[in-house]
C-alpha cells in the first residue's frame, strides 16, 4: 500500500496560479501511474490529470487542458499539479491517487491507493 500526502492547496483569486505536490511514501513512483482528481460539493469526483510510470507520458481532462501541468521528481517520490489561469470552477478538494500496473487514466476506479486531499478555493 502506497501513502500519499497531499499539499499546496489554498484561497487564490480567478487567474492565479497553485502548485499542489503528492508526496508518496517508498520508492516505487517510478512504477506507478499517478493522477489528481477533484471533488466539488454535490458533484462526483472527475479526474484531472495522469502521469503514467515508465514513460511518463500524461493526460489531461479538457476542462483543465492548457492550463494544468502534470510533473514528478522521482528523487523526491512527488508529483506535482501546476495550476494556473485558475477559474471559480476549479474549487474543489484535489486528491492524487496511484494505480499500480502504471498505465494511468482518469477513471477513479481504476486506483488503488488515494490521498486526503487538500482544498482549492478560487474566488474573489
Known amino acids: 500500500q502506497v501513502q500519499l500526502v497531499e499539499s499546496g492547496g489554498g484561497l487564490v483569486q480567478p487567474g492565479g496560479s497553485l502548485r499542489l505536490s503528492c508526496a508518496a511514501s517508498?520508492?516505487?513512483?517510478?512504477?506507478?501511474?499517478i493522477a489528481w482528481f477533484r471533488q466539488a460539493p454535490g458533484k462526483e469526483r472527475e479526474g484531472v490529470a495522469w502521469?503514467?510510470?515508465?514513460?511518463?507520458?500524461?493526460g489531461y481532462a479538457d476542462s483543465v487542458k492548457g492550463r494544468f501541468t502534470i510533473s514528478r521528481d522521482i528523487g523526491k517520490n512527488t508529483v506535482y499539479l501546476q495550476m494556473t489561469n485558475l477559474k471559480p470552477e476549479d474549487t474543489a478538494v484535489y486528491y492524487c491517487?496511484?494505480?499500480?500496473?502504471?498505465?494511468?487514466?482518469?477513471?477513479?476506479?481504476?486506483?488503488?491507493?488515494w490521498g486526503q486531499g487538500t482544498q482549492v478555493t478560487v474566488s474573489s
Open positions: 491517487a496511484t494505480e499500480l500496473a502504471g498505465l494511468g487514466s482518469l477513471r477513479p476506479r481504476q486506483y488503488d491507493d
Open positions: 517508498g520508492s516505487g513512483l517510478m512504477y506507478y501511474a
Open positions: 502521469i503514467s510510470g515508465a514513460d511518463e507520458s500524461t
